[in-house]
């Protein structure tokens, strides 16, 4: 049986095997300078005995030490990177759609790829070479303090220097410089939006603009490494410098009972570099540490659209639908105030001129964005004293361009329940009206549907995600334009279809459109208009 540790008492084991290793190296330089200069004097071999057991001691432990130091704080670095990255994702999910603002689809995917990554950075390369440095230091200067005080001065007073320049002068130069993150951002948000668009892109001409922005975003990304560069460059002599300035000062100002010893002095801040050049980096990536947990703050910092009440009602058996008065819009008020009721089973459609808000309505069915006045009831409940995930358990969504992920037919379905067998997929595709076209696809099921559900015609996609709505057993659909760029029969098929899922025990409908065909087959016609200005 495996037994695990508590993460803190991981990390204390990692900081302590950190050290050890540091002080390993350290030894190492120590006992082969001892070494050397004492066996310039020619003593008998068996004086050398101990420095020679010593060197191979140090050289062997120093690996093997860093190796399980390695392990240990990476295991913890890694865990609190899988919890930062869940909470990212939930702070998304909180926001969307109505908190994201001005956030763009690639800055979002850096933001959570490429920060939370370097948020691991904060223990492995920030605080744990400080640390690490700082104790292997302190021993280093306590050894030399007890061959000779003034020598063990000079380097307490190296270290200080040293310290505080890295502290000072590279971060705040690194923090002048940097803005890697952001250019990264900026550089996947350029990336993105040219992908996504590119056949648009070319159509029109506008490649070559999107190119040179692209171009752009790049060099922007590139300068701000080379800026990061010439930082480490900056480090690098900083330490070399005062660890220099450090042995001179020795060689002028040492004495001691033991000449062999003066030569293990002389060489301890050349034993120090190492660490020395761990707080180095360790300055170099603080700006982008730091400027990296900045973002991600933005990101749980963005405003709640809808937040859960403090204690919510239970999810009501009957899903009857009220929307009385209700208001609705983004940063203010769109449509002008709307009543209708959905009973179990009935269908309703929703229309309106375009951008009157029929799309931001059925955001707010699904409590992803609040009503501003007025009220939506489900089961005789405001949905603002339910969970917006119970909501949405009842309530479910087909939009006018939902994704179709890059996987096969089953996968695609599975999203919306990930335990449905075969036999359930198949009832689903039936009702969606989907399901003779399956069979008759090569590999049925496991048919991939390409990117964006390139492999499929119009009309099939949307049953797709007509059909994985089915799966998830909401009760009331929301459809937005489901007909939207279809043909005449295709759309007039999907409808038919679509009615049939409603009727006594069935489920309910919300269809938004302003097809005048598919208005024509409902009864209940709901007319949106705007919010007098
Ligand atoms: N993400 C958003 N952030 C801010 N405002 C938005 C957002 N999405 C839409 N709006 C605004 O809300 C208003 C209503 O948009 P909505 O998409 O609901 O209209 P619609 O009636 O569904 O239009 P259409 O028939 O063209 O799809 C528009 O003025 C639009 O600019």
Known sequence: MTRTYPRRARLAFGLATGVAAQLAAVGLLLASAWLIVRAAEQPPVLYLMVAIVSVRFFGISRSVLRYVERLATHDVALADAVERRVETYVDLDRAAPGGLGDLRRGDLVSRVVADVARLQDRLLRLRLPWWVGLAATLVVVAVVAAIDLRSGFVIA?????????????????????????????????????????????????????????????????????????????????????????????????????????????????????????????????????????????????????????????????????????????????????????????????????????????????????????????????????????????????????????????????????????????????????????VDAMPRGLDTPVGEHGGRLSGGERQRLCLARLLLADHRVLVLDEPTEHLDAPTAEALMDDVLALAGPGGRSLVVVTHSPSVLARFDTVVALSRVDP
């Open 157 to 437: 007073a190296g270290v200080l220097v040293c310290g505080t320049a890295l502290r000072r002068v590279v971060s705040s130069v690194g923090a002048r410089r940097s803005g890697r993150a952001e250019a990264q951002g900026r550089l996947s948000a350029e990336v993105a939006a040219s992908a996504v668009a590119s056949r648009e892109l070319v159509a029109f001409g506008a490649a070559g603009q999107a190119g040179a922005k692209a171009r752009t975003a790049t060099d922007d990304a590139e300068s701000a490494q080379s800026g990061g560069a010439s930082v480490a460059g900056l480090g690098s002599a900083i330490v070399l410098t005062i660890a220099g300035a450090t042995v001179a000062v020795l060689a002028a100002w040492s004495s001691g009972p033991d000449p062999v010893l003066i030569g293990v002095v002389l060489l301890a801040p050349i034993a120090l570099i190492e660490p020395w050049d761990g707080w180095s980096e360790a300055e170099r990536l603080r700006p982008e540490v730091t400027a990296a947990g900045e973002r991600l703050a933005a990101l749980a910092a963005l405003p709640n659209p809808v937040s859960d009440p403090a204690d919510p009602r239970p999810l009501p058996e009957s899903y009857d639908l009220v929307v009385d008065a209700a208001v609705v819009g983004w940063d203010g008020p769109v449509t002008a105030p709307v009543s209708f009721k959905v009973a179990e089973g009935d269908a309703v459609a929703v229309t309106g001129p375009s951008g009157v808000g029929k799309s931001t309505l059925a955001y707010a069915l699904l409590r992803l964005l609040p009503t501003w006045t007025g009220t939506v009831l489900l089961g005789g409940t405001p949905t603002t004293e339910l969970a917006a995930s119970d909501v949405r358990r009842r309530i479910g969504y087909l939009g006018q361009d939902d994704v179709v992920f890059d996987t096969s037919v089953r996968e695609n379905l599975r999203i919306a329940d990930p335990q449905a067998d075969d036999d359930r997929l198949r009832d689903a595709l039936a009702s969606a009206g989907l399901l003779a076209a």
